[in-house]
């Protein structure tokens, strides 16, 4: 499994780009390719999508797309296409906000996204996005380390909201990701 790439964009398509890492270039299905820059030295939030005759990779500019993504593919009758075809058409913090708040116009306006789909997602959803917003609560120029330190914390089984609790408080340190995910622990085994 995969949680992101670092590497230049070597391609650019009008539903995927291509991200070279150590001679290898990967084919990545985004959102919106043109957020990217060809040339570009970046990271690529990634999820690796496995079916009986197909293997892909999504990847994501940043991780808090990536988290509403894993979201929608949950959902019922919503796959990584559907999902990645909603984040192409919209922002994270407006398809939130309609989850939230049963704006079932606005969710019916995606690509193959009916009123069942629209109703399942805010039946699924609703009340879930405490870790999907986590980062831009905190600040938008957090290092790619910080980033990193969450996502291990959370793939160590923490949740969401206690992991932010900890992180926050670790904001203004400037450690590397095992130094953050030490003194997260730290916290964290006071709970």
């Known amino acids: 499994m995969y949680s992101y790439i670092k590497g230049t964009i070597v391609e650019m398509h009008t539903n995927h780009i291509v991200i070279e890492n150590n001679g290898i270039g990967y084919l990545v299905y985004v959102p919106n390719p043109y957020t990217f820059t060809k040339g570009e030295n970046t990271t690529v939030y990634i999820y690796q999508s496995v079916s009986e005759n197909d293997v892909r990779l999504y990847g994501f500019k940043e991780a808090k797309q990536k988290d509403l993504f894993l979201m929608l593919i949950k959902v019922k009758g919503i796959g990584p296409?559907?999902?990645?075809?909603?984040?192409?058409?919209?922002?994270?913090?407006?398809?939130?906000?309609?989850?939230?708040?049963?704006?079932?116009?606005?969710?019916?306006?995606?690509?193959?996204?009916?009123?069942?789909?629209?109703?399942?997602?805010?039946?699924?959803l609703k009340g879930k996005f405490d870790g999907v917003t986590r980062l831009e609560a905190i600040s938008e120029d957090v290092s790619q380390d910080y980033e990193d330190a969450i996502e291990v914390l959370i793939a160590l089984g923490y949740k969401d909201s206690d992991v932010n609790k900890a992180m926050k408080t670790l904001l203004h340190q400037k450690l590397d990701t095992n130094g953050y995910v030490k003194e997260a622990l730290k916290i964290l085994s006071f709970k």
């Open 81 to 124: 296409k559907s999902a990645i075809a909603i984040l192409a058409s919209g922002d994270v913090n407006e398809i939130i906000d309609a989850i939230e708040n049963n704006n079932l116009k606005y969710l019916k306006s995606f690509p193959g996204i009916g009123p069942k789909a629209a109703s399942q997602m805010v039946l699924d």
